[in-house]
Each structure stands twice: as C-alpha cells, then as structure tokens.
C-alpha cells in the first residue's frame, strides 16, 4: 500500500514541477511562492477549523509539537526558495534530475538515523538511479551550464539537500503526530512565513521583478498537496522505508522531463532520453524489491 502511494505522490509531483515551471517563467520567484503558501494553507485549512470547532489545537495538544512543526516550515520553505529561483533559471530537463538526487542524501541519513537496510533490488535501483542522474547532471555541461559558475545550479544543489533534511525530518515528526495535521499545520505556518517576508521585502522595496498573475499559480498547491498527503500517509505506515519512498517519488522527474522535451522544446533530447530510462530501471527494480 505505501509503495503505491509513493507512486501516487510521484506523479502529482512531476505536475507540480510543470505549473511550477510555467508560473516562474519571467515572473516573481518570492511572490509565486506566497501565493503556493496560500492556496496550500487554504486547501488544508478544513483540517485545522474542525479541530478547532472540537476544542483541538492538534499536534498531541502541546506547544512543543507545533514547535516542531514551525521548524518543518522553515526547512521547506528554505528548499522552496532554492529551487524555485534554480528552476526558474535552468532547463526542466537539467533541473529536474538534479532534485531527483535527493534520495541519494535519503539514503545515507536513513541509514544512519534510523537504521534502515536495502536489498539487492533496491540497492540496484540506487545505483542505477545515481547512475543516471549523475549522466544528466553531465549534460548540462553542453549546454552552458558550469558548476562552477551558475549559481542557479548550486541553488538547485540546495534545494537538493534541505528537501533531504525535510524527508528524514518528515519519518521523526509522523512517529508522533497525524500525517494530515502535520501538513495542514505546516501549510499555516508557510502562509505566515511568507506573508512577513513579503510585507518586509516590500517596505525595504528590493524586489524590482514585476509579478503576473497565472491561472497555473493555484495548480502548484493542489498538485503539491495532494502529493503531501499521499506521501505523508506512505510514511505513516509501519513497514514503510523512508529511503525508498524518497526514490520512487524522485520518478517524478519523468514526467517533468517529458513536459520539457515536447513542450518545451530543451536541447541534447536523446542523450537525456537515454539516461533517464535507465533511471526508470532503477525505479522499478526499487518497486521490484520493495514488495
């Protein structure tokens, strides 16, 4: 049951990254994130008002779990910030394969943190998954893209690693709390967050890029949380590995990679094509060995 809702939360990822994409294009990165915190908080804000109306601030009635939760927020909204201004900038194609290198950071964490082991199966996933991401990353090179100079890249990389610190932080929170109140509440605090960084930014005015409205912008939310929830729950079950899960929702980045090879147009196709198939052998031989 969690690996097919692992697959689930994929494939809402890969349509998220596309209205992401297409609501960042020459737009204002800071203010398309508030308004993905706000229609987010407002999709789950049913959890919150009925615990309320019942007399429940949720999250175990104790101030320390929405503490916990305020520190949730501020680790996503940090990967957000990181990779909505790398995905701005970059190819779907390059962008999307490199936060795809998220469940190799998993991995080692899960390892180290909670003890978890791989198979032979899923260890062949890894590998070939590393494998392949780490080809795609190459071709970046051909297409101007330095390592060493782009630092929409290395905001890329960063958005990587804060999204890993999320998913081994998301296995400690869901031992403890319901995976609905975490996101519901989560979502608030964002809204927040974001809402003062806006209201500071615009009275120190040193955001200059003009923000237009997209009918996308709201599909980033409900894509994203849909995604949560299915992930969240996937977590929440017993015999769930974090490490896998992480990879099979890295199979977003197929469906990304499509978008942007068809609709829009990105170079070096059949190199990319090659490289990512054998990702998505890697994919199924992790499904293969988690059943």
């Avoid at 994409?21 to 204002?28: E, V």
């Avoid at 909505?84 to 991995?107: D, Q």
């Avoid at 890029?209 to 849909?226: D, H």
Wanted: proline share 2%; glycine share 8%.
């Amino acid at each position: 049951m969690w690996i097919l809702l692992a697959v689930a939360s994929a494939l809402c990822l890969g349509v998220y990254d596309i209205f992401k994409k297409l609501s960042l294009n020459g737009n204002n990165v800071l203010t398309v994130l508030f308004f993905n915190t706000a229609f987010g908080a407002l999709l789950m804000s049913p959890v919150i008002i009925e615990g309320l109306i019942n007399g429940s601030v949720g999250l175990g009635e104790a101030s320390m779990g929405h503490f916990h939760i305020l520190i949730k927020s501020f680790i996503v909204l940090s990967s957000w910030l990181c990779g909505y201004f790398g995905l701005k900038h970059l190819p779907l194609t390059i962008a999307g394969p490199i936060n795809a290198t998220r469940p190799v950071m998993v991995l080692i964490g899960a390892m180290l943190i909670f003890g978890e082991r791989l198979n032979l199966l899923q260890w062949g996933g890894v590998i070939l998954g590393i494998s392949s991401l780490y080809l795609i990353s190459r071709i970046g090179r051909k297409e101007g893209i330095s390592i060493k100079h782009n630092r929409w890249l290395w905001l890329s990389f960063g958005a990587m690693v804060m999204g890993a610190v999320s998913g081994l932080y998301d296995k400690y929170l869901l031992r403890q709390y319901d995976p609905l109140e975490v996101q519901a509440w989560y979502s608030f605090y964002q809204f927040v967050i974001m809402g003062i960084t806006i209201a500071i930014i615009k009275r120190v005015k040193r955001d200059t890029t003009p923000f237009q409205w997209r009918w996308t912008i709201p599909c980033i939310a409900l894509f994203l949380t849909i995604a949560d929830i299915a992930y969240f729950y996937s977590l929440s079950l017993d015999d769930s590995l974090i490490a896998v899960v992480s990879m099979i929702r890295r199979g977003s980045v197929i469906v990304s990679f499509l978008f942007g090879v068809i609709m829009l147009h990105e170079k070096n196709v059949k190199l990319k094509i090659i490289d990512l198939s054998i990702l998505l052998v890697g994919l199924i031989l992790l499904v293969i060995g988690s059943n």
